[in-house]
């Protein structure tokens, strides 16, 4: 490790959370009351909890990239992005990759490797990324996508995908760190 990182730094502790909003299934904020290492007290700091979500970089036996063209609500415009979802209650995030890959692609793998969990929001929570490649990707059933929004599915070179990152057209943090991070790993 790198000496820096070797410290042993203290920890913030909740002191108490109270719920302030509740939409669904999809997002709950809180007011933390917390205490930091020095014995500072900060009350009503936010903190918003949605649920943990997979994202995979799937690459065929040819060597294609699965992405696809869509456009999301937080988005201008189009933007390429990952096979990605919500984990569903109580799913491990590697099973929910394997099922998103085949709901949205129709698409199974046999190797997967795990590319880490990252939380969202390092103050504010915002649910954890649990991001896969998925390599040896093979079609094997028709696509059962239950998504909001136009996609379509693309097969592209791995030339195409980081020209593609280059130009920012990964237009979501999720997708764009988790191709860099299969970019590096492959």
Not at 15 to 36: A, N, Y
Not at 43 to 51: A, G, K, N, Y
Not at 72 to 78: D, I, L, M, R
Request: glycine residues 6%; proline residues 3%.
């Amino acid at each position: 490790m790198i000496g820096a990182l070797t410290l042993s730094m203290q920890t913030w502790k909740t002191l108490s959370r109270e719920t302030v909003l509740k939409r669904g299934k999809f997002l709950r904020v809180e007011d933390h009351t917390v205490q930091l290492p020095d014995g500072r007290v900060i009350e009503q700091w936010p903190w918003v909890i949605t649920p943990d979500f997979i994202n995979v970089v799937a690459v065929t036996e040819a060597g294609e990239f699965l992405c696809f063209r869509q456009v999301k609500y937080a988005v201008t415009g189009e933007a390429l992005a990952t096979v990605g979802g919500y984990l569903e209650p109580g799913e491990e995030p590697l099973a929910a990759a394997q099922r998103e890959l085949l709901e949205e692609t129709g698409y199974e793998a046999t190797q997967w490797i795990a590319l880490g969990q990252y939380r969202v929001d390092a103050n504010r929570g915002a649910g954890t990324a649990h991001f896969f490649l998925a390599l040896h990707a093979h079609y094997v059933a028709e696509r059962n996508a239950d998504d909001l929004e136009e996609q379509h599915l693309l097969l592209l070179t791995r030339t195409e995908v980081e020209a593609a990152l280059d130009a920012d057209q990964f237009k979501a943090l999720p997708w764009a760190a988790i191709v860099a991070l299969a970019l590096r790993r492959l």
